[in-house]
Structure formats: C-alpha cells, structure tokens
C-alpha cells in the first residue's frame, strides 16, 4: 500500500496516530502528514467531525481538510449509502449528523487499545 501525503486536522491526527507514517509542516490547525490507509483515515475524518454536532455541507468539508471536492463528496456519499451519516434538509442547507451506527465505527478504531 502506498503511502499518501494530505492534510489531517490536528486533533484527529493526534486520535488516530497510528494511521500516520511522518508528521511535515503544521498549516493552521491541520498537519501535511504521509499516512497509511488513506481511505479509512478519509472516513475517520468526516466522523470525527460529527461526533460532537451536525453540521452543514461546507462547514463539514471546510474541518473535514479533504482537500479535493470530488474525493469528500465520494467519502460523503459512502457515509451516508452505509448510514454512518444521515442527511437533512433544513432551509436552503443540508444538515449532516453520525448515526449510532457510525458513532460505533468511529469509537472501533478510537478505543484501539481495550
């Protein structure tokens, strides 16, 4: 598998350590790091987002720091299609909120050492 360099926010990069090869250079409140398994860690990302409250499309992309629209609107359709992520039109907006089903995949990989 090869390793990928992206942007991580800073508290999920320090959640899911193991998840990162070599931390570079802190922009704002994301680290560039190469990481492994760059599509578990995309996931991670939107969940963790959400864990704390729903949020709208552009605020969860803009924390999400996945950087390519289509590659976060790809991991945000797998989220919702598996029901990590539930949607709701609220006004002009779209609410996203973690159902109990991705509360349950996001706390699998934080609780790695029960």
Same mark, same amino acid.
């Given at each position: 598998? /090869?390793?990928?360099?992206?942007?991580?926010?800073? %508290?999920?990069?320090?959640?899911? %350590?193991?998840?990162?090869? %070599?931390?570079?250079?802190?922009? +704002?409140?994301?680290?560039?790091?190469?990481?492994?398994?760059?599509?578990?860690?995309?996931?991670? /990302?939107? +969940?963790?987002?959400? /864990?704390?409250?729903?949020?709208?499309?552009?605020?969860?992309?803009?924390?999400?720091?996945?950087?390519?629209?289509?590659?976060?609107?790809?991991?945000?359709?797998?989220?919702?299609?598996?029901?990590?992520?539930?949607? %709701?039109?609220?006004?002009?907006?779209?609410?996203?909120?973690?159902?109990?089903?991705?509360?349950?995949? +996001?706390? +699998?990989?934080?609780? /790695?050492?029960?």
């Amino acid at each position: 598998m /090869k390793a990928r360099l992206t942007y991580v926010p800073l %508290e999920v990069a320090d959640q899911f %350590e193991d998840f990162i090869i %070599e931390r570079e250079e802190q922009v +704002l409140d994301a680290v560039k790091a190469r990481t492994r398994d760059f599509s578990t860690l995309s996931l991670l /990302k939107l +969940l963790y987002q959400l /864990k704390g409250n729903p949020m709208t499309f552009s605020c969860l992309y803009s924390k999400s720091k996945i950087r390519m629209k289509r590659s976060f609107l790809n991991y945000l359709h797998l989220c919702v299609n598996y029901n990590f992520i539930e949607k %709701e039109p609220v006004g002009p907006n779209v609410i996203y909120t973690i159902t109990d089903k991705g509360r349950l995949m +996001l706390n +699998l990989f934080m609780q /790695k050492g029960n």
